[in-house]
């Protein structure tokens, strides 16, 4: 049988290890205290894909409200203002047809956008960075109608990518 004693000295010196990873551990949100609140502006858009900021827009505001990290309010009263302008929007054939290689079945949709976020207050800036999301898509039907059902989706992943940038910039 062992010495409890020995077995009371490893459960102890087992339980300050654990304690010692976890010491920079932090429960809940990562930004500053002083943080709580974001604008966001609708984004400019630099392509001719009509209608993509607002699409991108809402789904970016709707990701930081489903997130919870930050509230989103009016441009007088939020800590932070996110600005963005919708650099690229293009589509990439990835799939064609085996007997008709001009035919193409599966399209890849890649957004890009320029995000700048920055204090209220004080102007500090605090992210500018580019953020891409891409979604794949199969066409059925026409290729334009393809392209209008696959912007939410791609407008939705975005939306993640640039609060998890903003969230992460600390």
Known sequence: MQNPKFSLAILASATLVFLAGCANYKLGTTLPSHLKSVYVETFKNSTREPQ??????SEIIRE?????????KDADEADIILTGVV?????EPMR?????????????????????????KTGKKII????????????????????????PEVSREL???VVDAVISAW
């Open 52 to 57: 993509l900021e607002t699409k991108i827009t």
């Open 64 to 72: 930081f409200q489903r997130d919870g990290q930050l509230k989103v």
């Open 87 to 91: 650099t690229q929007y293009k589509l």
């Open 96 to 120: 064609s047809k085996r007997d008709n290689p001009k035919a193409t079945l599966d399209y890849k949709a890649i957004v890009t956008v320029t995000l700048l976020a920055a204090e209220r």
């Open 128 to 151: 500018a960075q580019g953020v891409t999301a891409s979604k794949t898509f199969e066409v059925k039907g026409d290729l334009m109608t393809a392209r209008r059902n696959i912007l």
């Open 159 to 161: 939306g993640r990518k």
